[in-house]
């Protein structure tokens, strides 16, 4: 038995027949140390209702409730999970809700119920990226949930706290460091899921900025997804489409430079233009 009073998830996993399933880009986190850095790093749970994508067999769940949480809403795609589910749902009454369906048609802000939710999420790979998109372009701003924990490949984590001319800056550390404080908590090896992923994770914790530069959040995706569309090309060349050196005069940014090198700020100044 484990210190919550639940089976080790080996266990849980060799008695409920949960073998990761590539086409859901699964990876199971089952050390309970690592779980548990991971809600730690989330913050203080007391009380907090979370929001969690793709539980699978309930390691993050398990300590998510054990650090305090009031309550914690997971969404499972996966059928074969529920049952593991069920068991955590018995150990902690009417603190677990599993809904079984697919986060990126999930509406998130209704889900929240009007409360200020934490999102906490070992993410599938094969979705991560979009569900943070959505959750940095959510509206209204300050957002539905108060920080995101979140684990992903590193080389993505690196995307998302990137600094400009760096080589992972792009559109998601544009789109993240307009609205959020967005800093990688810890590395996580490979070794540390099943099965071992051929890359290091990371999880990255993200902090709602009150009130970040005003802008409109569609155009500056169109901003950020044209530049970087073509980030060797110049920007009187990747953004013709949206007005070229028209709209770069408009801002006083000189077309001859490229996409990473501009800041959030040019950035959002460019999408103010459109």
Not at 201 to 206: I, Q
Request: with cysteine; aromatic share 6%; hydrophobic share 45%.
């Amino acid at each position: 038995m484990s210190s919550d009073g639940l089976p080790p998830l080996r266990e849980v996993i060799a008695r409920h027949g949960l073998m990761a399933k590539k086409s859901l880009g699964q990876n199971f986190l089952l050390d309970l140390n690592l779980t548990g850095k991971v809600a730690r790093a989330a913050g203080d749970l007391d009380g907090a209702t979370v929001i969690e994508v793709g539980p699978g067999p309930g390691g993050l769940t398990r300590a998510l409730l054990s650090h305090g949480a009031k309550r914690v809403i997971a969404i499972e795609r996966d059928e074969r999970c529920l049952s593991a589910l069920a068991e955590i749902q018995a150990r902690y009454p009417g603190r677990l809700e599993v809904l079984q369906g697919d986060a990126l048609r999930t509406d998130f802000h209704t889900l929240a119920g009007g409360e200020t939710v934490r999102i906490v999420a070992n993410l599938p790979y094969n979705i991560g990226t979009e569900l943070l998109v959505g959750w940095l372009t959510a509206e209204p701003w300050p957002p539905f949930y108060a920080s995101l924990t979140l684990m992903f490949q590193r080389e993505v984590a690196e995307r998302i706290v990137a600094a400009p001319s760096s080589g992972s800056y792009g559109r998601l550390a544009v789109l993240a460091g307009w609205r959020t404080e967005a800093r990688i908590a810890f590395d996580l090896p490979a070794q540390a899921f099943t099965p071992p992923p051929k890359v290091t994770s990371a999880v990255v914790h993200l902090v709602p900025r009150p009130e970040p530069l005003p802008c409109d959040a569609s155009k500056l995706s169109r901003v950020t997804q044209a530049a970087f569309g073509q980030r060797r090309k110049m920007l009187r060349q990747s953004l013709k489409s949206l007005g070229g050196e028209t709209l770069l005069g408009k801002v006083g940014i000189d077309g001859t430079r490229r996409a990473e090198t501009l800041s959030v700020e040019e950035f959002v100044a460019l999408a103010n233009a459109i």
